[in-house]
C-alpha cells in the first residue's frame, strides 16, 4: 500500500466507528439532536449573524429560521451538486471533514465558473440511522472551511434518512450587474485555451485509492505526489481566485469597466477532454490541445502513474507516462478552470493549454483526435461498459463498498 497514511485500505470499516457510546449515532440522537450539533457547527447560525468570522458578511438571518436572508450582490447565480455513497465515494475512505470539503469544492467551483461571486451553500443530508452523529458533524465542518476559503456562508440545508449517505449542495452565488457571464458559449475561432489551477490530479489519487487494497510502499520518488493526489481526490482545493485574475486579464475587473473582452469558462469535473466538448459544442468551435503542454502538466503525475501500474501489476505493460497523460486527459473532480479568450488577455498563473480553431465541435490534440482516451466521468453506465470508472486503461475497478 501506499506509504501515505491518508490512504486507507478499501476494505476498511468506515473512518468513525459506529455504535460506541462515545459517538452516539443519528437514531440516537434524533433528527432535533442531530440539527443541534450541525447548527452549533456553523458560525451563521441563528438570526442576526451578520459580521460573525467565517459566516459571511451578507448573511442576515442565517441557519435556524424557515430560510435563510442574504444580501445579493447583483444577479443571483445557483448550481447544485451531490456526492453519493458508492458513485462518488466509497465508505472505506470515508473521511468526514474531507468528504464536506470535497462537496463545498465541486458546487463553488461551478458558481466561480460563471465568473460569480459565491455567496452561499446549503447542505442537504441523507444516511443510515446508525451512521454516527460525528460523520455528519465532520461534513458540516468542512463544508463551513471549504465555504469560507471561498468567501461564502453555509445558509442551511435539510436532513432524512437514506440506505447510503448522501451529499447534496446548493450553491448561491452573485453576478455584478455590469459584467457578462462566463459561458460555455463564448469561445471563438483564435481565441487561446487556458487552464486555472489543474486537472488530473484527483483522477490519479482515485486510482491509488481504488489500488490501495494491495500492500506496496511508495517509493521516495512517489510518496509526497501520491499524497498529494489522493488529498487531491478525497479534498480537492480548486483555485477560485484563479477566476478574479481572469476577469483582470479581461479588463472587467477595471473600476467602472462593464464591457470588456468575452471569454468561455467551465469547471473541470468531468475531465478536460470530456468538458472542453462541452465548450466546443456550445461555441461551434474545435478546441485544439497541445499536447506539450498536456504533457508538461502529467509530468509530476508521471511517478504516481508509475506506482499506480506496479501496485496493479501492469508494469510494464502500459506506460506510466501515457496513464499520467490519461489523467490529465480525462479525469475529473481537479475542478480546475478551462477558459477561451481572445489572445491579448494573458490571466495571470494561467496555463496556456490550446487554441480554438474553426470547424465541426470536437476536441483535438495536437490537430487530431485525441488517443490516450477520449471519455471522462458518466454517471448510470452500465457495468458492461468495460472502461473502469477512470476510464483509464486496465480492468474495471468499481468497487462499491
Ligand atoms: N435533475 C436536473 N434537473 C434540472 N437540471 C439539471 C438536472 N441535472 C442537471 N441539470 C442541469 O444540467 C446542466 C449540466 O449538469 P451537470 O451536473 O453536468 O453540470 P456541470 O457543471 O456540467 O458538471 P459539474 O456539476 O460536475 O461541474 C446544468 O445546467 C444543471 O443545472
Ligand atoms: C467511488 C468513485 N467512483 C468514481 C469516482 C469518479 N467520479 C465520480 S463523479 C465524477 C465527476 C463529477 O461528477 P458530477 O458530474 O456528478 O459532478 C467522477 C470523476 C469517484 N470519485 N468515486
Ligand atoms: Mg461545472
Known sequence: MCSDRRVPARSSAPASPSQSSAEPTLAELGEDGVLARILARIPSAGAGAEGVPGAGAAVEVGPGDDAAVTALPGRLVSSADMLVEGEDFLRGWLDPRRLGVKAGAQNLADICAMGAVPTGLLLSLAAPGDTPAAVLEGIVEGLVEEAGRAGAAVLG????????????????????????????????????????????????GLDLLLASGAALPCTPECAACCAEAVEAQRAPRPDYPAVDRLREALGHAREGAGHGR???????????????????????????LDGEALRALAGPLVPVAAHVLAVRGDIPATDPAALALHWVLTGGEDHGFLAAAPPEAVPVGWARIGRVLPGEPEVRVDGAPAVHGTGGFRHFRAPEDGEDVTGAPGPRRRDRA
Open 262 to 288: 468575452r471569454a468561455a469558462l467551465i469547471d473541470l469535473s468531468d475531465g478536460l477532454h470530456s468538458d472542453a466538448g462541452r465548450i466546443a459544442r456550445a461555441s461551434g468551435a474545435v478546441l485544439d
Open 157 to 204: 440545508g435539510d436532513l432524512s434518512g437514506a440506505g447510503q449517505l448522501v451529499v447534496a449542495v446548493t450553491s448561491l452565488g452573485g453576478l455584478d450587474p455590469r459584467l457578462p457571464a462566463l459561458t460555455r458559449d463564448a469561445a471563438r475561432p483564435g481565441d487561446v485555451l487556458w487552464l486555472g489551477g489543474r486537472t488530473g490530479w484527483a483522477a490519479a
